[in-house]
Nanobody
Framework: VQLQASGGGLVQAGGALRLSCAAS????????MGWFRQAPGKDREFVAA????????YYPDSVKGRFTISRDNAKNTVYLQMNSLEPEDTGVYYC?????????????????WGQGTLVTVSS
């Protein structure tokens, strides 16, 4: 699976962005899709995931209620709608794919990664 993330940019605090991640391959629907982010000097952080099959979603408390992950299996695309953005949300956002469930928050279990898209939230 090859992943291509897009949609990043510069936004003011309180604003919104929608990230997209397009996947190649016919097995997209068989993977849990996740989003991670990495700020300068920090570890990669889990942001959201949506399972294959049931489409169940999982978020950490830091983004719950502000971010929404969704997937369109017909378009081989996963989205991350980010609302009420905060300067702390700044970082490079990566999409990733794993065969495990949406509660897989450890990046080590994700087998495929996109190239990342930069999100900058100004105060």
């Amino acid at each position: 699976v090859q992943l291509q993330a897009s949609g990043g940019g510069l936004v003011q605090a309180g604003g919104a962005l929608r990230l997209s991640c397009a996947a190649s391959g016919r097995t997209f629907s068989s993977y849990t899709m996740g989003w991670f982010r990495q700020a300068p000097g920090k570890d990669r952080e889990f942001v959201a995931a949506v399972s294959y099959g049931t489409g169940s979603t999982y978020y950490p408390d830091s983004v719950k209620g502000r971010f929404t992950i969704s997937r369109d299996n017909a378009k081989n695309t996963v989205y991350l709608q980010m609302n009420s953005l905060e300067p702390e949300d700044t970082g490079v956002y990566y999409c990733a794919a794993t065969i495990y469930t949406a509660r897989s928050t450890n990046p080590i279990v994700y087998d495929y990664w996109g190239q990342g898209t930069l999100v900058t939230v100004s105060s």
